[in-house]
């Protein structure tokens, strides 16, 4: 289904992508692959030869991203695993799996994520667990994970998407803002610790960003697109490209002195005093 874009909401030009040569045959494992920004990140990585390991609770979703990059970008190296990062064996399994496949696990993207939108009066303990579990405790089991691969080999990136909600706050927000300001922590937290052991951890903390999970809640009339835009000082909403640039840039060795980061990329929402 096509969703409306408010009147007078200007679309992100165009722009020129960068090109980190460094990326080429790096092992990436991808969660969330299937939709949004994690779809997007594929694309990019998959654009400089990256061999990749999509995984995702949804198997229409994987296949879709698996179909586009091998038409995309012929030759390709990728495969896909359905698994949810709330089961933390599932999660074992599929780093297992990633390091059988391609050997290795070079980068993480910690992507896949769910809203919640809800007064705090009436989210349910399962709304609390479910948020928590999706986007805070799945990160761990995915970092932790990978990391003991990467801790072998002496090298690792794990790039986790947080949110503008993951370094500010917002009413009926909650268990999100809770979540995602953990992923903050948790970057940090594992940035240090893990530093000796040249594993680098950043999140990327996206503002207002046009892909499924905001198209459902536009749909949904949860949030308001025209006042979002608004609210931003760039009156638009980000692109899931956008992210994914600073994704190649963060997972590339041009940060290779960067660790324990939360980028912003949210077109000024944050600096308006949101
Ligand atoms: N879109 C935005 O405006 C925005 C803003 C800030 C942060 N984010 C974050 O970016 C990330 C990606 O969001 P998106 O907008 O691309 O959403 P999306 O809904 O388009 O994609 C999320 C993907 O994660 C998958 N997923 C959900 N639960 C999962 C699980 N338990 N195990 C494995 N996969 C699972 C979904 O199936 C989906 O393919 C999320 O972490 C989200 O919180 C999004």
Redesign the pocket.
Known sequence: MNVSIPNGYPNAQPFATATYPGLKDKVVLN?????????AMAHAFARHGAKLML????AT?LEQTKTELLAAYPGVDVDSVL????DDVAVENACADTEARFGRIDILLN?????MNKPSLKLTPADWRRTI???LS?VFYCSQAAAKRMDHQGSGVILS?????GLSTSANRLA?CVA?AGVVSLTKCLAAEWAPKRIRANAI??????????E?LMRRQVINGAELCSKTPMNR??Q?EE?AEIALYLASDAAAFITGHAMVADGGWLANGY
């Open positions: 969660t969330g692959a299937g939709s949004g920004i994690g779809r995984l995702d609770i949804d979703g698994a949810s990062i709330t992507n896949a994520g769910i809203s579990d999706v986007d799945g998407t947080a949110s503008i909600w999100y995602k903390c996206p503002g207002y960003t046009q892909t499924a999970l905001m459902d909403l980000g899931p992210m």
